[in-house]
């Protein structure tokens, strides 16, 4: 499970991301509060999102400089490593919603 | 290579083994996977290359039969204000014709060619359950079958394929046609989550030794994603179904604004379900010109990790995109802006397999036979289909091109380019392979050049009518709108298209002809085990596979597969049987049995599609028949299940011995109801959505949940049934004399445990006055309620069924495999019950 969860690290931490933010929309228009507040909320956790996606890219890269154990392996770091650029991409495009004055 | 199993990869170098094969074997492994030999063994079969060929050709009748709808929906489209069908009949041809499309062609297509494909692919005999794909087949072929006569009848459901309340409501839509919809697809989801689980385990846990995750065939890839979508997808539409058809039967409001309702909650459920299902679609078909473009262009495809990764973005992405089908319900803009972000991020993963398509094209030496047209015909339309999809993801084109013949256009060049175009790719390129003689390549290019064009001239006009205002789903339209010609140019060519189909029709009744040669060979000289040698039995020994394209880097496969001289060159203890691996590294792990057709499976399918069929004409008492009929029927197929006998260990070839029995992770069952219980949570989850929706909807006509005093002994004994049930098994499988009886009464106590505490919620839920008709809170909570009921239900069905199994003598210490599923499913359904009667109890509480 945890070679899964490595492999699709970064699609995984897209979905968390996209699922918060539209939790957090959703929370947002259910209170009626302070649009403000709710912004700075999705972009603190989008910046938890893009930590968490940095440190899935370190920990591929890092697993890659030792000689993997196998070709498995590797293959599954160099897709976590894909994966994860990929998912960052995808928080930051996600994110400048939220920069975007309404 | 590390090993994943404590499997010794040396043993590897052993294979190709050099001793002859004894006298007989191929004989025997012959005998063993015969064929149908009287009528009846015809629809019992339970063979892939059977059940595989049948499902293919039940979803391309599907395909035949919804063109015949569009053929006539065009023809009254044809010219403006005329009469050729009824506004009635043109809504209930428009509603099946997507309705069949979707869900009787797209889907069941797909999962087709996986059950017809795989099995040869990962080197393995059959899927591990064919009596489930058998099943899953004929529920969807009778069903589809008597949902599709509905027409005749004037009986079809007329509210567009995707339902919308309040259309769909019975003030609205009083007649059953709606019903017909609704529990009509029931089958069809049932049949599309047993293919899924099929794929999923047949993909993991079936592969050729070796066969690691890097050197998994790319369209086994493909389907293990697409499997995986329908895991995640599908319990949102089972959902939706339920609740709009408990709203039209019993008046439970989820629906209704009146009392706290939203139609809204249905476009979220189905769109949840609906635009996945779009790529649910159109992954399998990739995964398949992954593999067709490679083989016609003779060179490997490029960017194979990257075309992995793409898939699995798109798989991950594509449940973001579902609310950009609701642009213009007056969602909250910041929503709609996360939604339209996300569904041009969806382009970008359907991007990079383009240009590995493209790359691999121009890599390697392009044939221009009748699968690689329809390979890059097929390319490009997806591409334009594609660029039109990035238009309507931006949010004022949408408000524009919403509802017009645009998105009508936009659709079709999707899903006929992402997913038609590939399948008639396949079916030309895989065909050779399943009948073992190519069709015609000189009717192929006509047809492929009547279709591409057919669709051109079809759809292209579409994108004009759709910008100069012409709506969607209209049965006519006034002339002088200069829509005329467009209409009329769409007409012709959905008649070209429909000619296409015809010579095909023909062409593949021509090749399957009972009579004649019949030695393809690898026509096309793909590089993937499906085109060594094979038999029913698949491969006759099953390889040691080092490279992604195992017939072009291990040519020795050619002469040694076939030889035997690799694992399980017979049938060793002279039953069906194939090697179960592990799901990373592929080392082989035991031995599994494989049944042999009965006819069980054919009678619950049977009367499973007859329970949802006659539920819709509203005959409950033959309808209730029969959905005991079926659940007798498949508890006499489980009753037949988890039998082990013979040797513990058995040799597999090379010296290797495989143990015959696991239990737990390791086994094919725990993984399949690990599954199942997925898609069960999903449903919960999707449930507990629609409770917090409805009330951030109305919360003020919320009432307080009934009184926290009851609340411990429900927890009490969800906890007991949940705690007991795995306990059993722990003292089952400690193998004390007594350990077979004390786990079967402990595991009856469990799921009576469960009983009580649901009887215990439902009756304080009834007790504080909240009646499910009254409100979308009382409809939300007895649906909850009424879902862990099932759930208890069942579990009540399994302990008498394991102190059944304890009193026959089928409960051992040695064999707890049937005994771990029970206390997975009861301790899955004590977390369940907590779970939900926490969320109802607790949110938002007493003062609400």
Known sequence: MRFWVLM???LLIWAAHFLGLYLLASAADVARGDAGAWNLAGLIFSLVCLLGVVVLCWRGVAGLRVPPADETRAFGLRLAIAGGVLGGIGVVFQSLVLLTPA | MSSETGFDPELYKRFPTQEPR????LEKLEEVWCGPRK???WITAINNNYIGVYYVGAA??????????????RTQLALPMTGFLAQETYNQIFTMHGTVMMFLFAVPAVEALGVLLLPQMLGARDLPFPRLSAYAFWAYLIGGLCFFASLFFGLAPDGGWYMYPPLTSTAYSPGINADFWLLGIGFIEISAIAGAIEIIVGVLKTRAPGMTLDKLPIFAWAMLIFACMIIIAFPSIILSTLLLELERALGWPFFDPAKGGDPMLWQHLFWFFGHPEVYIIFLPAAGAMSTIIPAIAQTKLVGYRLVVLAMLATGFISFGVWAHHMFTTGMPQISINYFSAASMAVSVPAGV?????????????????TPGLFAVGGLVIFVMGGLTGVMVAMVPFDWQAHDSYFIVAHLHYVLIGGMVFPLFAAIYYWTPMSSRRPLSERWGKWIFWLMFVGHNLTFMPMHLTGLMGMPRRVYTYLPDRGWELPNMISTVGSFLFGLAVLLWMIDMIRNFRPFGEKDAGN?????GLEWLPSGRYSLRSIPVIRSLYPVWDQPDLARDVPAGRYFLPGAPRGQRETIVTSPINAEPQYLQRMPRPSSWYVWGAIFTAGFFLILTIQAYAVSVVSGILAVFCILKWCWSLDRPSGPATVAVGGGVRLPTYVSGPSSHGWWAMVITLIVAGMVAIMACFSYIFLWSRRPDLWQA?????SLPLTLGLLAAAGVGGWMAQGVLKRGQPRSAALSAVLMLAATLAAGGAFANEAAAWWGSGLRPDASSQGATVYALLAWQGTFVGIALLMGPFAVLRWLFGHLSPRHPATFELIALFVAFTAVQGTATSLLVRLFPGAGA
């Open chain 1, 8 to 10: 699709t690290g970064g």
């Open chain 2, 22 to 25: 004894p006298e007989g074997e």
């Open chain 2, 39 to 41: 009528p009846w063994e």
């Open chain 2, 60 to 73: 391309m009748l599907f395909f035949v039969l919804a063109g015949v709808l569009a053929l006539l929906m």
């Open chain 2, 353 to 369: 397999q383009v240009f590995a398509w493209i790359a691999t094209l121009a890599a390697g030496r392009m044939r221009f036979n």
């Open chain 2, 523 to 527: 026509v096309f000289g793909g590089p």
């Open chain 2, 705 to 709: 949940p009934p009184d926290l005093a």
